[in-house]
């Protein structure tokens, strides 16, 4: 996929096993979310701002696994893992285990501008956020009724539950992210997920580590990633996308080969979206479905739920 010139941004909502009656309203988000970022970068915004807008509005989207509507750890809490980071100077701000705070993307760009440190966890991290004036909200407002009844049921034995590691159970949502080029030439990423369900407190996954959940680098890609947390941050799945891009692939066949080390060396399921300093969008997958839109130089909004040539190793035209 190729966008001529100028500002193009790309934005996912999970790649995974998405029941088909929620595809639509994952489709959707996305779109919601491309356009959110749009508007920025067509105001003049930068990449930067673009993929904190995009993220921003899917995490106010309980469809997925991100801010509201995440996923509860096995102490029915809420905890927030997220990532932005600058391709023009590998700036990076991450936070990990958040509570309190619905929009971690935000947080993490604080933390990008206004401190020297690249990644805050937990009670820290929320330290950070009352001192520089980020709403501060009560765990209720992150709780949608879909997974206190989830967890609910996983815990209704009484007894005490493993973790249950991706992909044991259908799921309904996941990770979400956004990765944008903007009139200036600056490529930028951003991931937030809500994390693994019943994981253990403390647990942090791909998403908030460099070059795991997302990477941003001016001379190659923008990538985020999405998927089975553990695993993507064997093969450091973002920046191995943007090393194989150094190489000479385009952004589809860097996705791809991406996978294909995730696939073979781990072996993990999940996908990624990259968007390359020249405007070139690849998405990748080895799940059945990653949701995703990107809007064009053009102005155009384009949306999907399965790459659109890829390895992926499963199949289905339902249209969208
Ligand atoms: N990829 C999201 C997570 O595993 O936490």
Redo the contacts with the bound molecule.
């Keep these: 996929m190729h966008a001529s010139s100028g500002s193009v941004l790309v934005v996912h909502g999970g790649a995974y096993d998405i029941p088909l009656e929620s595809h639509e309203a994952h489709v959707a988000g996305c779109r919601d979310g491309v356009e959110a970022g749009w508007a920025v970068l067509t105001s003049g915004g930068s990449a930067l701002a673009a993929v904190e807008a995009a993220v921003r509005v899917l995490e106010e989207n309980p469809t997925f696994?991100a801010g509201r509507g995440s996923f509860l750890n096995a102490a029915a809490q809420v905890e927030l893992?997220a990532i932005i980071m600058d391709g023009r100077d590998l700036n990076v701000g991450a936070v990990a285990a958040v509570q309190h705070v619905a929009h971690p993307v935000t947080l993490a760009r604080l933390l990008l501008t206004e401190s020297e440190h690249a990644m805050l966890a937990g009670a820290g991290a929320e330290l950070f956020a009352r001192e520089h004036g980020l709403p501060i909200c009560a765990p209720e407002e992150l709780l949608t009724g879909r997974e206190l009844e989830r967890w609910k049921a996983a815990h209704a034995t009484g007894k005490p539950q493993a973790w249950e590691p991706?992909g044991a159970q259908p799921h309904p949502s996941?990770?979400v992210g956004a990765v944008a080029l903007d009139a200036a030439g600056n490529l930028a990423a951003a991931?937030s997920?809500?994390?693994?369900f019943n994981?253990h407190p403390g647990?942090?996954?791909?998403?908030p580590l460099v070059g795991c959940?997302a990477y941003a680098d001016n001379r190659t890609a923008a990538v985020s990633?999405?998927?089975?947390?553990?695993a993507?941050?064997k093969v450091v799945i973002s920046k191995l996308v943007c090393d194989f891009i150094a190489q000479g692939m385009n952004a589809q066949e860097a996705g791809e080969a991406a996978i294909q080390i995730l696939a073979e060396r781990t072996p993990g399921e999940?996908g990624v979206i990259v968007l390359d300093r020249r405007g070139q969008i690849g998405i990748a997958h080895n799940t059945p479905y990653i949701a995703h839109a990107y809007v064009t130089s053009s102005g155009e909004i384009v949306t999907g739920i399965q790459a659109p040539a890829s390895n992926r190793n499963q199949r289905s035209d339902d249209g969208l």
């Design positions: 696994d893992d991706w996941d990770t991931t997920t809500g994390g693994t994981k647990r942090v996954g791909d998403s959940g990633a999405t998927g089975e947390g553990e993507l941050m999940g």
